[in-house]
């Protein structure tokens, strides 16, 4: 290597940024971050010096050493069983006479396994980049190395990435992460890669969370991990990464929605003795004889994490042979378990039953069952006949407190919403409650009849569902009367949030009118006192409550009828303080 380089790498560091647990508060991994790199070179940048690395041809010898360099201090925190997220640059794939097995020997050294580093691959940079991706994808995966794909969302490569790598973890570029709880394109993009990943059985990190109210966001979204200043800034100092961040626990405790009826009930899981990764195929025989009911076992690594599942069917023909158990004894026989482990469909407890539902449906295999983790330590096991009844219970409870049409919550719903509301409020958090009510609407069902009524209704709910935040609480009173509850928002952001649900309504409810009513801009039909006379076009009206610490539940009913009727004088929303 040259001498410059040399002197460079000397003074190259690594400073750590913890990745945590969202539903926990407890630290999940490290990232190592590249740190004086104005002070050691000419460099601009990083980037400025991986470019400049990889035209000198010497790509994969300054990573090596930066490898060798950021494990060695990762070692030095003082916490069992968390794991370092190393960036690579994806051209080192181009990189020439190239030794393998190089970073085995490293961990080794350090007394560390392969499934203590994560490798970050960037779907951002040049052609080249982009081009050496699925390869380095392809290669570290096949060595045993787990993957996560940094920046996810601004490279070109996208959802076809998605689709092929077979990444472990993906992370969510910061920029849909900033202001994501006020911003709704971010979350509609955000929860669908969320979903997306979890169906195909990777685990999602949220980098850049910088405010509570993000974190409240990603957490509702199901994000799994997350990473950003609100956590903690990179530190060059390893005795600064905590085991677990207090801070966090403190929003965790604060955020007291109640999740329990799409939780899942701990009755259903089965407890299914695991065995460790490092299991000998002799031991492994004994399983199956000491279990014979059991036609699986799951498998976990050192941290009780699920790698996998390894069936009876898989190994019967070794065990039942003649030889088969004095072969499994010997150690220069393939004793190793690795070969038979197959991917384990699995889901977070934190999912809920909903989820859990959905990604074993959409999961086209003929799966015995579902996997359960929690903050990825294996839990136990819900086969088919719990799935089912899971599923049965929880379509029970979903009709009888839905509204029929438009499937949202109703009326219990509701008063449990506003009950715990004056509940949970404090000084720093104010909760509004929307209440919409169609202006007209009976003359317009009586013209057109009630098939096209229904269809006002859910061009309305579907409205509701596309423009709020994915945290709101969206419920059907019954008839045209709808209500919305919001949590931790201005009341500006509220107010803009109706008023742009009215405009939006009244221009889409057009389209079912004729069109020379549309023309005219009113219909003309008869009144409850049968007269005949013209009635303007579908709008709807709106009033918003704030309620805070000082708020009184007994003057809410009173105050809300009020401000209905005002409500419908004006076509704005009206709002009011209690």
Known sequence: ???????????????????????????????ALLRNVEIATDFHNIQDLFDTAFEDDLLY????????????????????????????????????????????????????????????????????????????????????????????????????????????????DRFFITNINTDSKKKLFCSSIIDMAHTMGMKVVAEGVETKEEYYT???????????????????????VTESYKHIIKFLKEDRRDNSKNSIDKSFIEDIKPLHIDTSLHDLFLYFKEHPYNTFVPIIDTYKHLKGV???????????????????????????????????LSVESTWGIDKTLELYNMNETDSKGIFVTNANKYQGFINVNSLLSLSHKRNLEIAKNQNPLSKLPGNNQIEEFIHKSFKLIKDDNTFHMLYFDFNDFKPFNDTYGFRQGDRAILIFTEILQKYLPLNSFIAHVGGDDFFVGFSCLKYEEVYEYALKIQKEFKLSVKNLYEKKDIENGYITCYDRFNVQRKFELLTVSCAIIEISLNSKKKNFDYILGIIKKSSKKINFPVGICI
């Open 61 to 172: 010898q300054v990573d090596l050493e930066l490898r060798r360099k950021a494990i060695k201090k990762f070692k030095k925190i003082d916490i069992e069983n968390i794991k370092l997220f190393y960036n690579l640059d994806n051209r080192i794939i181009y990189s020439k006479n190239c030794p393998q097995g190089q970073t085995a020997k490293i961990l080794e050294e350090n007394g560390l396994k392969k499934d203590a580093i994560y490798f970050e691959l960037s779907e951002k940079g040049s052609m080249i980049e982009q081009n050496a991706l699925s390869s380095m994808i392809y290669k570290y995966k096949n060595d045993g190395y787990s993957i996560a794909i940094d920046d996810f969302g601004i490279g070109i490569s996208g959802l076809k990435l998605l689709y092929y790598s077979e990444a472990n973890i993906i992370k969510l």
């Open 1 to 31: 290597m040259l001498q410059k380089w040399i002197d460079i790498l000397k003074e190259l560091d690594f400073a750590f940024q913890p990745i945590i647990h969202t539903f926990t508060g407890k630290i999940y991994a490290v990232e």
């Open 218 to 240: 990603c957490k509702n979204m199901g994000v799994d991990f997350i990473q950003g200043f609100l956590v903690q800034r990179p530190t060059l100092l390893t005795h600064e």
């Open 310 to 344: 390894i069936y009876e069917v898989d190994v019967k023909k070794i065990s039942y042979s003649q030889y088969g158990f004095s072969l499994a004894k010997n150690t220069s026989y393939c004793s190793n378990i690795c070969k038979y482990i197959k991917p384990a």
